[in-house]
């Protein structure tokens, strides 16, 4: 049987070459290095799981894991008459055809008419074969089918990670953290960088974190236990020069401060290396993985307070990477590398040049740049580089201040940052998600995160659209490709506003933007003419949407196995062909704001032009007449008038919101954002009773107000004729 089995991985592994021209039509992510695709197998009895002897404890949790996920989907994964998938060790199959490069997290996975074997020579390759098993399963329950393939595949940059913002607003909960841990390393992430400013708890400064809203010691052990079993190492990042201004905001800190309440600590103040040293030193005690994370980005303060001799002598960039080296020096106890954001120091590079190779060797300057650059992205690199420091490139999911991440810009910007990156030599890339004004949803990043991955792991320049066209399938399990073109129309979208219409792209400002004010009838007057086209857009979203749903019946009943995810998983405790449904409600939100967008200015103007109509005929006789000023009032503040609709668009929203929230945040931070729903309704509800007056009078003197007292604009001009 062994000889067989040998016999056959060799026959295998013959026909692979380099990743060629007849790539499958298997939908995979990340794409591996080298596929060629065999003949499928339907899966009516499920699989059997093997982990060939001996087999090491992290095996067993890899086969463990992939039996666990295709519990889940409704498959069988112990039968005994199920399609064999055996997970394996080199040692066992010396003629696999490993390189040295594969060696540290590669795999290969060999085809048989009895199944498929994962080859890894360490447990971070196995694991990552069985990942790409679970994506070569199709289908759920009964109905499911293993697509064949042989596959050699290993990475291309040796970090691939997430910075996730938990500092402005949303913090998420613990189990929506392993839900996240378990999702990355399905995709082949290493590492999890949590973002703090004053959201880790610290015993030596126990004023900083607020309660409820900030990550306990023991749930940062918790999470770092869960993570290893993953092969994600969490690495924090706390800021620890700028970006501290809700720390700076205590008194007892004040002196730290390069000005009052500011976010920069001030470099000649004694006690800034003093609280840094605390924080970190309790850091590397929670999170004992090989980095810890500086921030040190965007020192906007500096100079501008407390040292503004010291800069106005010796120059800014001289000041900034002096005290980063005295940070670096303060924690070299600790035994770490230290990587930084390299925005600042960047625009020094001779002094890049010059600075100790000690300290150059103790870091990793990570280059952050979130939209596209024609130019491409060298000039943000090479400072680094030429200074002979080790690189990472940051690129954007671009989730920040939008009802929903603009990919247009998010795929373009991890695509080309991070091929540039390889090319360069950078040896990592940390993709990143930012909440600026606290109305960020993990749920509606899974795009970017997961092109992200893609991105890192496979050589060269990722393919968009061979991402787009595996997304929904490979994540969602939808067989229809309807969200993979929901999520296309929420680019174009975006690209109606940013493109045609010139006013942001799909922001927050203009979605709670009021119409009827100044700025808003100057914004008003640039979205309006393009309003109808990017309703459509967000309203063909919502159609495939529902499609998808409409097209996923749930799969054949399955013996009972172990206990389905939690709510935090995203996975219902039925199984059903859609999987992370959380994603998909807060695909749906985006779409519904989205469309908002457009209908507030269409009904604002509506509104305008109705009263003006209804206040040029207040004056008439005409019985036909004084019904249509009745009809327009009516039309204006009606039970289904036009300022019920704001009322009706923002309730709603404001719940499905809330919902939304709670799918993988705490209580923390989510009040600020309600309050900005009800703030809203409120506008509109007192819009409704000045109105309502204005009706009243219209029935009692069969006169009305002007517009402008009740806070009504005129209707904007017509354009001009082309």
Known sequence: MYFFRLGTLLVGFGVLGSFASAQPSIKLIPMPREIRATADQALPHGVRIVCAAPCAAEDQFAADDLAMTLQTRGIQAASATGVQIELTRLAARPDSRFTEEMKAEGYA???????????????????????????LIEGDGGRAVLHGANIRDWPAMKYRGLDDDLSRGPVTTLEFEKHLIRTLAAYKVNLYSPYFEHTQQYASNPLMAPPGGSVTAEEARELVAYARLYHIDVVPEQEAFGHLHHNLNWEQYQPLAETPHGAVLAPGQPGSLAL?????TELAALYPGPFLHIGADETVDLGLGQTKSDVDARGLGVVYLDFLQRIVTELKPLNRRFLFWGDIAQDSPDLLKGLPQSFKDSTIAIAWVYNPEPRGYDRFLTPFINAGME?????????????????????????????????????????????????????????????????????GESSIPDFQDSYAQVFHGDATGDLNEAQKEMMLAHSVLKD??????????????DPMSKDGLRIGAQVLPYAHEL??????????????????????????????????????????????????DALELGARRMDLIGLKFQLAEEISEGYQRAYAMQNTTDKKQRMSVSRELSDINGANGRIQDYIDAYSLLRDLYEQAWYRSNRAYGLRPVLEHYDYTVGIWEARSDRLRSAQRQWSDTHTLPPAADLGIPPPAPAPAPK
């Open 500 to 513: 045609q219409a010139k006013e942001g792209d799909g922001t927050n400002s203009i979605f709670w933007l």
């Open 109 to 135: 996975i060999a085809a048989s008419g009895g199944g498929l074997t994962v080859i890894g020579d360490t447990a971070a390759g196995v694991f990552y074969g069985a990942q790409t098993v679970k994506q």
């Open 276 to 280: 840094i040293k605390q924080m970190f």
């Open 535 to 584: 309703r459509l857009h967000a309203e063909r979203a919502l159609t495939l949407i529902a499609q998808a749903r409409a097209a996923a019946p749930a799969p054949a009943p399955v013996s009972a196995g172990p206990k389905a995810y939690d709510p935090a998983d995203s996975y219902p405790t039925a199984p059903t062909t859609l999987r992370e449904t959380a994603a998909i």
């Open 391 to 459: 690189t990472w490139v940051a690129p954007s999911v671009n989730n920040f201040r939008r009802v929903y991440p603009n990919n247009n810009y998010a795929l373009a910007n991890i695509q080309r940052f991070t091929a540039d990156g390889q090319r360069l030599g950078s040896t990592g890339q940390l993709n990143t998600i930012w909440n600026d004004d606290g109305e960020g949803l993990f749920n509606q990043d899974w795009y970017g995160i997961l092109f992200g991955a893609a991105a890192a792991w496979q050589k």
